[in-house]
Each structure stands twice: as C-alpha cells, then as structure tokens.
C-alpha cells in the first residue's frame, strides 16, 4: 500500500466559477472550447484498414468541441484507439476491463465531464443558437378577445 504523498485526481475537481479563485494563473489555464466543434476536414484513420462503424464513429468524434484540442496536442492515435476500444466494449461478450478502459480513455480525452474538468477545458455556451431554438419550440400566443377562437383552442 501507498503512503503519503499527492494522489491523481484527489482533492476537489477544478471550478472556473469559484469563490475563491483569485489567482491571476488559474483562469489563463482553462480553455473554451467552441460549442459548434471543430471544423475543417476529419483527419485520416491512422491505425490501417478500419472497419465501416470504426470511420463512422472517428467522423463523428472529430465533429465535437475537444477535437479542437486533440488536433492541438496530435492525439490522433489514442482517438483511433479509443473508437477501436469502444466499440469493442459494446459487443454483447465484451469483458468489464474493456469497458474500464473505455471509461478511463474517455476521462483521458475529455470525452466525460470528469475529464473536461481535469483537463480544464469548457464547451462555450452559445446563447444565441438556444434562443433560436426557444423560439421555435414556442407555442403561438392565441388572441384571447375573439371567442370563436378561444373554442378552436380547446377542440
């Protein structure tokens, strides 16, 4: 057993938003990321020959905000490998130890929660496209005044 000394991840996880963060380092180490993902071309499927649901999955991750930094720290290689781990975690005969590394990659590249937290990045908040979708979600206000159209409401 372990004695003393610094343990990974112990303490509290990071929070932009503390009271109490008022060291002029702490907010230069987040990063926000851009909520509409990366843009630009997927890079290519470095591991050989993939299988069809291996290029589908690795299109779909390179599309999310933390494949801006992937691109950034040239982490093409522990993406694929995470696709080709994932999906075999998901097999029906698939052991727990794979679906451990699965979680602890996705933890490793900002994939979970925990893991953009430990990483110290955030997904900006894009009010603008929520608002837009608010509006559209909206019910249209009926004209109370006509009371031919107060029953139409009800029927």
Do not use: C
């Not at 522990?78 to 994932?86: K, P």
């Amino acid at each position: 057993m372990s004695r003393g000394g610094a343990r990974v991840r112990s303490g509290p996880a990071p929070d932009p938003n503390a009271l109490r963060r008022d060291r002029k380092d702490d907010s230069a180490t987040w990063v926000t990321l851009p909520a509409e993902g990366r843009k630009g071309r997927t890079p290519e499927w470095p591991l050989g020959e993939a299988e069809k649901s291996e290029l589908a999955l690795w299109r779909t991750l390179w599309k999310r905000p933390q494949a801006v930094m992937w691109e950034k720290l040239h982490l093409q290689f522990q993406v694929a490998a995470y696709v080709r781990a994932f999906l075999e975690s998901v097999q029906p005969a698939a052991p727990a130890s794979t679906k451990s590394v699965v979680v602890r990659m996705q933890e490793d590249l900002g994939l979970s929660v925990s893991g953009l937290t430990r990483h110290r990045w955030r997904i900006a908040y894009d009010e603008i496209s929520e608002h837009k979708q608010n509006q559209q979600n909206q019910k249209p206000v009926i004209d109370n005044t006509d009371v031919r159209t107060r029953l139409k409401a009800v029927k």
